[in-house]
């Protein structure tokens, strides 16, 4: 195993349903994340979810949109998620019931591979 390295981790907590310009939020940040040549970036699709601007979010029947909360996780180091976050700011700031940016120091332990 390799020597950890010190990075940052980016947490973002969307809805299904945010979008900008007519793409869902989650996708244009993940597709961001190629472009800037991110270490590397992983979206989860949760069950069910609350924030303090939304009512409880979980898939329906009734629905004809599923809604629920999606998380855009991103490991990099933290001069470069810095950077990302913000480029990315104004995607964030126009969503219309706000969303959850969190960071937290992680050490990573780079196993096989190479990074290109």
């Not at 629905?63 to 999606?70: A, G, L, Q, Y």
């Not at 990315?88 to 700031?93: G, N």
């Amino acid at each position: 195993m390799n020597t950890p390295e010190e990075n940052l981790m980016l947490r973002i907590y969307v809805s299904s349903t945010d979008a900008v310009r007519h793409v869902p939020v989650h996708e244009a940040v993940a597709y961001a994340t190629r472009r800037y040549g991110m270490a590397g970036c992983t979206v989860y699709k949760g069950l069910m979810g609350a924030g303090r601007h939304t009512r409880l979010m979980s898939p329906t029947f009734w629905e004809i949109v599923e809604k629920v909360p999606v998380i855009i996780e991103i490991v990099d180091t933290s001069e470069r998620i810095e950077t990302f976050l913000g480029k990315i700011s104004c995607w964030l700031d126009r969503l219309p019931h706000g969303c959850l940016v969190c960071t937290q120091p992680v050490r990573v332990y780079p196993v096989g591979g190479t990074r290109s």
